[in-house]
Structures are given as C-alpha cells and as structure tokens.
C-alpha cells in the first residue's frame, strides 16, 4: 500500500484529502479496514451472532489476490494479455465471485437476524452495489 503524507494531527478533513490520494484498489481496502475497525468498536454493543457476521462481511478479498486481479484486467483492457494470463484470470473471477456470494449470504443472514431488508443492511454498513463497466 503507498504512503501518503500527513500531518501529525489531522481533522477529518484533513485525513480525507489523504485518503482521495489513494489509487482505487488502495481505496476499497482502506474503507473495508474502516468499516472492520467500525464494527469492532460496535461489537460490544451487539449480539455476538451480528458482531461475527459483521467480522465476516467486512473480511474483502485478499490484497494479493485483489491487485493480481487488477493487474490483469488492465492487461485485458490494453489487449496485452496472454492466454496463460486469461486463464488465470477466470480462476481469479471465479474466486472473486464466490467470494463476493458468500459475502452475500451473511448480509442476507444479517439482515434476517435484525428483521430488516438486504437493502436496509448495506446502506446501514454503507455497502454501495458497484458500478460496471
């Protein structure tokens, strides 16, 4: 991850400039360590099952998987990719996308145990559907 420079002492503000100089990928992992570090100081607060689910839902994909993922789509997008590469990159996507449905299915179970939609769920945790492209 790169370092970014900051001051000593930082407003809100402040340490948001700094997190708009992170690179995207750098950015989904802060704000998943952010909400992890979230729902670690609220876990005292919940029931045990929620505080778990929690844990699992903000777990992400591994940031080596993440970047290698990365670095192939931006080689799929130059044209530049082999067919070794493409065919990592499937086994990638499809490790991605299991992870992502699990990560579904404890914001489903979440959401059951707080008598709530899925919807209500991730905009409470400030879970966005992403966009593609």
Do not use: C, W
Request: net charge negative.
């Amino acid at each position: 991850m790169p370092t970014v420079q900051v001051e000593v002492h930082l407003s809100s503000e402040d340490l948001l400039k700094a997190v708009e100089q992170l690179s995207l990928p750098d950015l989904e992992r802060f704000v998943s360590q952010v909400i992890a570090l979230q729902a670690q100081r609220k876990a005292p607060n919940l029931p045990q099952a929620e505080a778990e689910l929690l844990l699992k839902i903000n777990h992400g994909i591994p940031s080596d998987t993440q970047q290698r993922y990365d670095e192939f789509i931006a080689k799929r997008q130059a044209e530049t990719l082999t067919p070794e590469e493409h065919s990592e990159l499937l086994h990638l996507t499809e490790q991605i996308e299991k992870l992502q449905a699990q990560r579904l299915e404890y914001l489903v179970e979440l959401a059951r145990l707080r008598q709530t939609s899925l919807a209500a769920v991730m905009e409470n945790l400030g879970i966005h559907t992403p966009a593609y492209v």
